[in-house]
């Protein structure tokens, strides 16, 4: 299984929108609805932002959002702030396991 | 609250095994898959491998990094989720990370315990 397929950096001002690539291929992102996106800041727990493509969990802010279109899904951030700055990780379901992304770190300038 | 804590890292020397535990609270755990995850220093996250629930048949996967080192159990009636890894190498210091899994969802997540593997 190769891992899924991230941006490695990102940036943008507090206020902006940004969104975060996550390609896979028909076996993985393409193939089922169970695409996911975790939050990462350096020394805590990752936390669980989207799941099922784009269903937010109680307690995760509106300003997350996901999506797919074919293989590739996407995770956007409307209404950057500064404790948005932080890793995120896609992950798809397969039928032999999980796949997981390398990872986006997310600069708010 | 549904809660994860991992325990069981420590320093170990190359060559060597080690055990590590999940211990799970605040929710039914046998209906659940669970899954291992580890971060590397300066790396990001990376998945290391489930154990299906025992209505699933209990089945294991594991990334190829440590497919034939690492072994992931389960014992439900305890509520714990284990990861035996054997030939430990230098590039299996990580914190690693043990998560209720649903159908690729992780969710929540532990704290996290430090293994280093070092001479």
């Known amino acids: 299984q190769s891992a899924l397929t991230q941006p490695a950096s990102l940036s943008g001002s507090p206020g902006q929108s940004i969104t975060i690539s996550c390609t896979g291929t028909?076996?993985?992102?393409?193939?089922?609805?169970?695409v996911s996106w975790y939050q990462h800041h350096p020394g805590k727990a990752p936390k669980l932002l989207i799941y099922?493509?784009?269903k937010r969990p109680s307690g995760v802010s509106y300003r997350f959002s996901g999506s797919k279109s074919g293989n590739t899904a996407s995770l956007t951030i409307s209404g950057l702030q500064a404790e948005d700055e932080a890793d995120y990780y896609c992950?798809?379901?397969?039928?032999?396991?999980?796949?997981f992304g390398g990872g986006t770190k997310l600069t708010v300038l | 609250e549904v809660q994860l804590v991992e325990s069981g890292g420590s320093l170990v020397q190359p060559g060597r095994s080690l055990s590590l535990s999940c211990t799970a609270s605040?929710?039914?755990?046998?209906?659940?898959?669970m899954s291992w995850f580890r971060q590397a220093p300066g790396k990001g996250l990376e998945w290391v491998g489930f154990?299906?629930?025992?209505?699933?048949?209990?089945?294991?996967e594991y990334a190829a990094s440590v497919k034939g080192r690492f072994t992931i159990s389960r014992d439900d009636s305890k509520s714990i989720a284990y990861l035996q890894m054997s030939s430990l190498k230098t590039e299996d210091t990580a914190v690693y990370y043990c998560?209720?899994?649903?159908?690729?969802?992780?969710?929540?997540w532990g704290q996290g315990t430090l293994v280093t593997v070092s001479s």
């Open positions: 998560t209720r899994d649903s159908v690729g969802t992780f969710d929540p």
């Open positions: 605040g929710f039914t755990f046998g209906d659940y898959a």
């Open positions: 154990i299906r629930s025992e209505a699933y048949g209990g089945t294991t």
């Open positions: 028909s076996s993985d992102v393409g193939g089922y609805n169970y």
């Open positions: 099922d493509v784009s």
């Open positions: 992950s798809s379901y397969t039928s032999s396991g999980r796949v």
